[in-house]
């Protein structure tokens, strides 16, 4: 904890802001003795008594008095503390879309100081936006200090802009940069960063067992579980163990005399302290030596050295490109959605498209970067490059350089932040300051140091940000973000609310999820009760271990995996496939994975009549089975269309039975222990080395969580809060999720993995979309160049939304207005996690639930099923009943940015077990034709989230 810290920068800040306005010493106006304009607004700051014609005047000095006057301007800063350290208006303005309830979001943007908001928005339940006014009061004191060297002032800025732990290089570089002209910049910095990186308040849980009374300790673990600032955590640990913060008790003596956590007992597997296992994940990703040795080394031992170190070599290395974007995932990872920016305007009302870091933070620093510029230089790590006035130079493209590298749009296929080769081409060419390039140096050279990409799809075509956004706010609250920008404490996760609230008048379209920090030196956050593969210590690459994210708030009960040879090639066709390397053969998706040649099972034609592009795609069922569709229940609790295609999938006879599995009563031959009972639990085991159950034995609870949601509906149609509350009111399980009209009466439906559901609800609480109505009678084709002669008697349901050209999902016969992604999986990766896991099995529905946190916009919801060529199918699907062509828009962007995430194997995805046993995945999405018509009149705000929450319930009811 900080708090020891946090009373020295409240000291300090009061200190600042509580010196009398002095006036500036007159007799600094002699050094501009020589330029009359300078001199005559110097002397007005002598004799003016208002403080904001002060400040209004002080700003515009310099466009009277310039830079150059070195000793004019350290004159004027060493007698203006008072004035010199305020900002340039409210600090609190860039803060203000932190804050979660609207009326504290207008009436701070009206205020003009902290006091006028304090009676709309309460400290209780607007925790971000006050920790964001703080920061931006002590950046604007401490900053103040550096005067007019703005180099210093830029990176001292840069240390309270960050949404995140300040880096290790941003310290250095205030220390580097600010040391010689303001030892006071470098002080003041260094109070703000001298205990991080951060620590959540859960971080010194073992602090309360320190305490001698056992009701103190209790109090002091629910204190630090339920409360997140400093001063909530003092005033209740006070008030609960009724002592006073004094140094000789050892509890006391514990949070404030130290920022870290004492060594393990013996007993206990010792952890490293300052690791950042997320960052860790990327290093193997690394082309040369050098950059794969400082990744590890400032992962493993952060401080040894810094990032800034490793930016020199790496950062800009063009073959490192795979390397630099893991490390973005894992910083910034990739959002939807862009809005509320006042000086990149440009950048607003774009819901669909991906950034990572659309924040007021961002947005200032944008505008700080112009100002850099303007003084004819172009910093970068290695090389400054000069150029003409850009503010006469095109500016509007200028403004769009800095907004694109500060909000870092990212795309689909690459991921990067960079601008086009062709635009930094264009803008030194005509805006770079020859005089002064060097030796050589051309806009070209220049350019394909810095930015060798030109393919639209992988860099940023400036041009799409020199206008405003298509959109406009009529029709943009289609789609919302509910966590963008994040409204959660720093130690929790924002997730969409899909699940709905106990308190229907105070239901927001977010939920705030405790989390652990892959490390000390970590700001990346996983689930509470997730499993997490992360990178060995001390191990060599490819070996890691699971961990799981406990109630401390910290990885714990950690279990080695067997090493992964990622040395180990495979020999395909003659030609050498590293291991990780994705490729095809004729219509195979393949991989390779420590030496093992991993493709789908797929029947390639050799027809009479396809080209060889067509024999490259073209699937029909596996090991040449005839399309009949006789089902059959495997063991591992899939419907197969035939016992040929379970037998080629590799099951033996006695390994399936006739039937879909979703028909048969997997209780009928089961006895449970007395006290219980047998309720069925189809699933699709995905691991084989254990069983997969269809069934559970559950005894009736005494009790059940009150604070608990997760509704399920039973057999009599009646919600129950959740599955406790259901089996202690003796009540039959229907479907999870709550009752829906539609399905109080039977219909069957076909559901894409070949099963039979009663309603449509039980189909959607199993993750399964539906394919028509009916009884399952057809197999479809894998693909769409194949014939559907079994799928003609199939009466298809009309495509969601007119002009939307759908996907089909391999097995299905119906088209779908939907994204869709084909996974090829490592099956001996499943089975790892499987044992590590006391056999539990893995199933698709576990990896389903997994993904869906991964889904940002509500109106987008994930379904899946395991393909009969055993390709994990998921899809990203539109809940609305007729979606807009922008929530299609919304969807397809989300799958490609799972997709991304996959096929780069990104921590943001594949740390979690047990998706990092993905391989590849290849992407399909819908799209609208373009019919020159208006767009639909949106919903209001309100009235979309309750209706996505509705039918989120029951996601897909819009197939009924």
Request: aromatic content about 6%; hydrophobic content about 30%; charged content about 20%.
């Amino acid at each position: 904890m900080r708090v020891c810290f946090q009373i020295t920068s409240f000291l300090l800040a009061l200190n600042f802001y509580c010196q009398p306005l002095r006036a500036q010493d007159p007799s600094c106006c002699q050094h501009a003795a020589q330029l009359p304009t300078c001199k005559e607004a110097c002397d007005q700051l002598a004799t003016i008594k208002s403080e904001s014609h002060l400040k209004h005047l002080l700003q515009r000095l310099p466009s009277y008095c310039p830079e150059s006057m070195n000793e004019l301007w350290m004159c004027i800063n060493s007698t203006l503390p008072g004035v010199s350290k305020k900002s340039d208006g409210w600090v609190g303005l860039g803060c203000c879309e932190l804050a979660i309830s609207s009326e504290c979001r207008r009436e701070c943007r009206q205020a003009s100081s902290k006091n006028d908001i304090t009676k709309v928005c309460k400290k209780v339940t607007e925790n971000s936006l006050y920790s964001c006014i703080t920061k931006n009061e002590m950046g604007s004191s401490c900053c103040s200090f550096a005067g007019r060297h703005t180099t210093c002032r830029e990176y001292c800025e840069a240390i309270f802009r960050t949404d995140s732990t300040p880096a290790e290089s941003q310290i250095k570089a205030v220390k580097d940069y600010c040391q010689s002209h303001s030892h006071k910049v470098v002080d003041c910095v260094n109070n703000f960063t001298m205990s991080y990186p951060p620590r959540s308040p859960i971080d010194s849980l073992y602090c309360c067992d320190r305490a001698e009374a056992t009701h103190c300790q209790v109090a002091c673990r629910r204190i630090l579980r339920t409360m997140t600032t400093e001063h909530e955590i003092m005033d209740g640990l006070i008030r609960e163990c009724g002592s006073q913060p004094l140094p000789q008790d050892p509890m006391w003596q514990c949070f404030l005399g130290s920022a870290h956590p004492p060594s393990p007992p013996e007993d206990e597997t010792p952890h490293p302290v300052k690791m950042d296992c997320a960052k860790l994940h990327c290093c193997s990703k690394a082309n040369t030596s050098l950059c794969r040795d400082m990744c590890q080394e400032i992962s493993t031992h952060w401080g040894s050295q810094t990032w800034q170190d490793f930016d020199q070599p790496c950062e800009y290395n063009p073959v490192e490109t795979e390397l630099i974007n893991c490390l973005a995932d894992v910083r910034e990872p990739c959002q939807l959605g862009c809005k509320d920016l006042t000086y990149c305007t440009n950048f607003n009302n774009r819901p669909t498209e991906l950034f990572r870091s659309c924040n007021v933070q961002s947005d200032q620093g944008a505008m700080n970067d112009i100002k850099l510029w303007s003084n004819g230089t172009i910093k970068m790590p290695f090389r400054n490059i000069p150029v003409l006035d850009i503010r006469k130079c095109l500016p509007d493209m200028w403004k769009a350089v800095a907004c694109s590298l500060q909000i870092k749009p990212c795309h689909s296929k690459s991921r990067g932040s960079v601008i086009c080769k062709s635009d930094c081409v264009d803008i030194l060419t005509q805006c770079g300051d020859r005089k002064r390039f060097h030796e050589g140096q051309t806009p070209e050279r220049i350019c394909e140091l810095l930015l060798p990409i030109d393919d639209p799809e992988r860099c940023i075509p400036l041009s799409t940000y020199l206008m405003p956004s298509p959109l406009g706010n009529a029709i943009i609250e289609e789609v919302i973000h509910p966590c963008n920008p994040n409204p959660c404490p720093s130690n929790h996760l924002c997730q969409v609310n899909r699940k709905g609230c106990l308190d229907k008048f105070n239901c927001q379209p977010y939920l705030c999820v405790p989390g652990c920090k892959l490390g000390e030196a970590s700001d990346f956050l996983v689930q509470q009760d997730s499993r997490i593969q992360v990178p060995t210590r001390a191990g060599p690459s490819g070996c890691y271990e699971v961990c799981s994210c406990g109630h401390s708030g910290r990885l714990e009960n950690c279990i080695e995996m067997p090493c992964v040879d990622t040395n180990k090639a495979c020999i395909v066709e003659g030609q050498r496939k590293n291991h990780g390397t994705s490729f095809r053969t004729d219509c195979h998706t393949c991989s390779c994975f420590a030496g093992e040649t991993i493709c789908s099972t797929r029947k390639c034609s050799a027809a009479a009549g396809f080209s060889d592009d067509d024999h490259r795609h073209f699937s029909g069922p596996p090991c040449n089975c005839p399309d009949h569709f006789i089902p059959v229940c495997a063991s591992n609790g899939r419907t197969y269309p035939s016992g040929c295609v379970a037998r080629c999938m590799g099951f033996k006879d006695n390994q399936y039975v006739f039937g879909q599995c979703h028909l048969s009563n997997p209780c009928a031959n089961k006895t449970c222990p007395r006290n219980q009972r047998c309720i069925p639990r189809h699933r699709v085991c995905l691991s084989n080395s254990s069983d997969c159950p269809q069934h559970k034995c559950v005894g009736r609870p005494a009790g059940c969580d009150r604070n608990s949601l997760e509704p399920v509906c039973d057999a009599d149609g009646l919600t129950h809060p959740s599955l406790c509350h259901l089996q202690q009111a003796g009540k039959t399980l229907a479907y999870t999720g709550q009752c829906q009209e539609a399905c109080r009466k039977p219909q069957k439906v076909c559901g894409h993995n070949g099963e039979t559901y009663n309603t449509v609800c039980e189909a959607f609480s199993d993750r399964v979309a539906v394919d028509y109505e009916g009884s399952c009678r057809a197999v479809g084709s894998l693909s769409d160049m194949a014939p559907e002669p079994a799928c003609s008697s199939v009466s298809c349901p009309p495509v969601s939304t007119p002009g939307c050209r759908p996907i089909t999902p391999p097995g299905a016969c119906c088209p779908i207005c939907a994204s869709m992604l084909q996974i090829l999986w490592s099956k001996k990766q499943m089975n790892t996690f499987s044992k590590l896991n006391k056999n539990q099995p893995v199933t698709i529905h576990n990896i389903l639930q997994i993904l869906r946190l991964h889904v940002s916009v509500p109106q987008c919801d994930v379904f899946g099923y395991l393909s009969i060529d055993h390709q994990l199918v998921v899809l990203i699907v539109p809940v609305d009943h007729q979606p807009t062509p922008l929530q299609i828009e919304a969807c397809s962007k989300e799958a490609e940015k799972i997709d991304s995430l996959i096929n780069y194997a990104s921590p943001t995805l594949v740390s979690h077990v047990p998706l990092s046993a993905f391989l590849t995945s290849d992407i399909k999405t819908s799209s609208i034709q373009s019919s020159g018509g208006s767009l639909p009149s949106p919903l209001p705000p309100g009235l979309c989230f309750l209706l996505a929450l509705l039918i989120s319930a029951v996601p897909g009811l819009h197939q009924l």
